[in-house]
């Protein structure tokens, strides 16, 4: 495919991070952002085993909560936030900005795609639907 048709994006990695003290973490989503297609979308998905395995008694609902707290402020969604109202690049800075609550964002990472939303669909299958390895 020629390069002309593809755009650069960025990428993060949301990142469920139970008890912050410990540091260990499962990644629960992904948000994208595209800006010469104009999109910022993310997809995210908890997985309560992974989530009781390393702080028993976790709320399970509260963090998916949470997670689904960043997929509205991508989406824009009324009601949102304040954050949820600005434009897509600076929601997207906010999403993936570093922070030390149960909810993180990883490092940015770039790439080149043809389409956001596919390219949104195979991060999620790979970086969080795909079981870890042994």
């Known amino acids: 495919m020629p390069a002309s048709t593809r755009s650069p994006f960025a990428y993060s990695i949301v990142r469920v991070v139970p008890r912050v003290e410990r540091g260990e973490r499962f990644n629960a989503g992904v948000v994208v952002f595209c800006r010469q297609r104009d ?3 993310a997809r995210v ?4 085993k992974r989530l009781e395995a390393l702080a028993p008694g976790s709320d399970a609902s509260e963090v998916r909560s949470h997670l689904e707290a960043v997929v509205r402020v991508a989406d824009g969604a009324p009601g949102a936030g304040p954050i949820a109202a600005l434009p897509p690049s600076e929601r997207f800075g906010w999403l993936v900005a570093p922070s030390s609550t149960i909810i993180q964002a990883s490092e940015v990472h770039t790439g080149l ?4 939303g596919k390219t949104l669909e195979s ?3 790979e970086l969080v639907e795909s079981p870890a390895p042994d």
């Open 39 to 41: 999109f910022l979308g």
């Open 45 to 48: 998905a908890l997985d309560e």
């Open 113 to 116: 795609c043809e389409d956001p």
């Open 123 to 125: 991060l999620f299958t």
